[in-house]
């Protein structure tokens, strides 16, 4: 099992930036891979970022591409979310979550941090 613990969301104002963190725990090594997710209200949930622990590579949805950066830093098994540039329509909650080498589905979630933007 891999526990995720998210933090960083809050409230901010459009043109703003916020930080997401997630802590990464337990048998981090089957996992190869992580992403963040985001839920509207109302809405389905959906991807956002994603970042393999193994190369470094990312990938991006289009409507945060130049704004949002994901990162890690691997002695922490830390992942994180840099958003800047924010609008209203990013408020949601903010999901991280961890692949399973075992069966290459996203097994593994975090319980959520809110991200609020005014306008």
């Known amino acids: 099992q891999v526990q995720l613990v998210e933090s960083g969301g809050g409230v901010v104002q459009a043109g703003g930036s916020l930080r997401l963190s997630c802590a990464a725990s337990g048998r981090t090594f089957s996992s190869s891979a992580m992403a963040w997710f985001l839920q509207a209200p109302g809405k389905e949930r959906e991807f956002v970022a994603r970042l393999s622990w193994n190369f470094g590579t990312t990938s991006y949805a289009d409507s945060v591409k130049g704004r949002f950066t994901i990162s890690r830093d691997n002695a922490e098994n830390t992942m994180y979310l840099q958003m800047n540039s924010l609008k209203p329509e990013d408020t949601a909650v903010y999901y991280c979550?961890?692949?399973?080498?075992?069966?290459?589905?996203?097994?593994?979630w975090g319980q959520g941090t809110q991200v609020t933007v005014s306008s």
């Open positions: 979550a961890a692949n399973n080498i075992a069966t290459q589905r996203y097994d593994y």
